[in-house]
């Protein structure tokens, strides 16, 4: 068996690639719920919904976020009626005491959908209208995402890290955000100044999650601060990566990241942003993936290959590079 951590878009394309080496029934992702938001009253879990769009077979692959060939009328009525009634644009958080009011799961994460800031098609809010439907009927995030997962016809087992709230929220020079605030919303542009995992303290990793990491655990180059730091930030999770094998793949080439805000986020953090930097963020791995022309160094064993993941084949280049990386660590 296998345990892959995953968030953002980095893990899900590797995931492409997997069957090279591993059969489905050997492959379990653990995913990140640190991103998720409540948004005009829905749940949603982005990184949940990548996986589950990305097995079912309907992820729009250039965006590597909603279903491909989705249409958007709510979101655009809900812009209209917005405009035409001067209200607000752009995300606005529900007042304080609204954020720990309601569904538990949604803690410190609650937006208004007024303006909505995120693009949810048709049918992707669908799901997010089944998932909430469920949550609230009091079905587990843990549960929900199975059902949801045998709905979209997934051969691997998809686990959220966590059924308890963990919200990742940065600090900037323009103030509090959420990560889908800051990302999406500010497309990234305010200067971060730290990240915190609001509720990691009291949240705990699920039964299921803690057995997966019994097994052997593959990151991949998902941001190591808001895709994976979630994660490592629920008690006891990183005490279980430090005692089972873990191969770590690289979301740089020296100093440039493949995508996203991960330099920014790993220099708030005090963590160097680029390849060498993993050490301090991943000091439990006992082995590296690094792009071939990377010319960064490690005291453990470190494979270099073409790291870049633009299609299929790619991901299977970089998978038998981890499979070379588990047979040195046996």
Known sequence: MVTFLSGGTGTPKLLDG???VFSPEEIRVVANTGDDIELGGLFVSPDIDTLLFQGGGVLDRERWWGIRGDTHRTHAALTDIAKAADLPHGPQYLP??????????ANWRRFSGIAEFMTIGDRDRAVHLTRTSLLD???TLSEVTATLADGFGLTI????????PVASLIHTDDGLMHFQEYWVGHRGEPTVTNVEFRGS???RATPAVLEALEDTVVIGPSNPVTSIGPMLALPGVAQALMETTVVAVSPFVG????????????SA???TPDTAGLASAYPFADAFIIDADDDTTFDRPT???DIRIDSPEDAGRVIQAIDEALTILE
């Open 157 to 164: 087992d998809i686990l959220p890290m966590s059924d308890d």
């Open 303 to 305: 494979i270099q290959t």
């Open 201 to 203: 303290s009291s949240a």
């Open 18 to 20: 997997a069957g090279a």
């Open 137 to 139: 009927q009091g079905h």
């Open 269 to 271: 953090v005090g963590a």
């Open 96 to 105: 304080e005491d609204r954020q720990t009011a309601g569904r538990e799961i």
């Open 255 to 266: 100093d440039e990241p493949f995508s996203g805000p991960v330099a920014e986020l790993m």
